[in-house]
């Protein structure tokens, strides 16, 4: 079964308000999390990470939370962007030796202007 | 449901000789796979969409007779780097449309666990 999970294929948000992007996980021997920001015929690029030892991190209008207990983490956008429109895909490892990512099937965000 | 598997999980090779990687889809079916390279910085390089009953499409830059992409199946595609050397090392990963099943969105894709390739 998918060790990572990103039950919403798509959603769809206003320009200006908030997107929430959630990704769940299973395996607790995972310590080490990534988004993914994916363009039609690209691959994905990397966009922000976490590492078990903290519960949020933030670059500028992303940020990511951990909640290891729940095993789930979330991406948030504020303010979205019709820009950030994508496919997004969360991705799991155990340390952050650049080695075997596990990714969910991603989420097509849609930021209506 | 919906796992993606990638034989081997890495490999060790001598320069100048090929190497197969496979990717299955083990629980549905795909006419659509991805074949991506990682680099530096984590972030994934399209190297070919791999078709069903078709040729592969290459992106631009990937040499299409040094990785050989093969669609035989509709729950099989494979990558042959063909006479690698010390630059091919890299992580590989597949991934996979899927056909046919409920719920999922046109752009969903099933990622495999990857290849770590190691050319001395």
């Known amino acids: 079964d998918q060790q990572v999970k990103q039950n919403s294929p798509s959603l769809s948000v206003q320009e200006g308000r908030i997107s929430i992007l959630n990704c769940d996980y299973t395996n607790s021997m995972f310590d080490y999390f990534l988004w993914y920001k994916k363009y039609p015929a690209e691959g994905p690029t990397f966009l922000i990470s976490i590492s078990s030892i903290k519960d949020k991190n933030e670059d500028g209008r992303f940020t990511v939370f951990l909640n290891k207990s729940a095993k789930h983490l979330s991406l948030h956008i504020v303010p979205s962007q019709p820009g950030d429109s994508a496919v997004y895909f969360c991705a799991a490892s155990e340390g952050n030796y650049g080695q075997n990512f596990v990714f969910g099937p991603g989420t097509r965000l849609s930021v209506l202007p | 449901g919906a796992v993606v598997s990638q034989h081997p999980s890495r490999v060790i090779c001598k320069s100048g000789t090929s190497v197969k990687i496979e990717c299955r889809s083990l629980d549905f079916q795909a006419t659509t796979m991805f074949w991506y390279r990682q680099f530096p910085k984590q972030s994934l390089m399209l190297m070919a969409t791999s078709n069903e009953g078709s040729k592969a499409t290459y992106e631009q830059g990937v040499e299409k007779d040094k990785f050989l992409i093969n669609h035989a199946s509709l729950t099989l595609s494979t990558l042959t780097v063909t006479s690698a050397h010390p630059e091919d090392s890299s992580f590989y990963i597949c991934?996979?449309?899927?056909?046919?099943?409920?719920?999922?969105?046109?752009?969903?894709?099933?990622f495999g666990p990857g290849t770590r390739l190691l050319v001395l």
């Open positions: 991934s996979a449309k899927p056909i046919g099943l409920a719920g999922v969105d046109q752009e969903t894709q099933y």
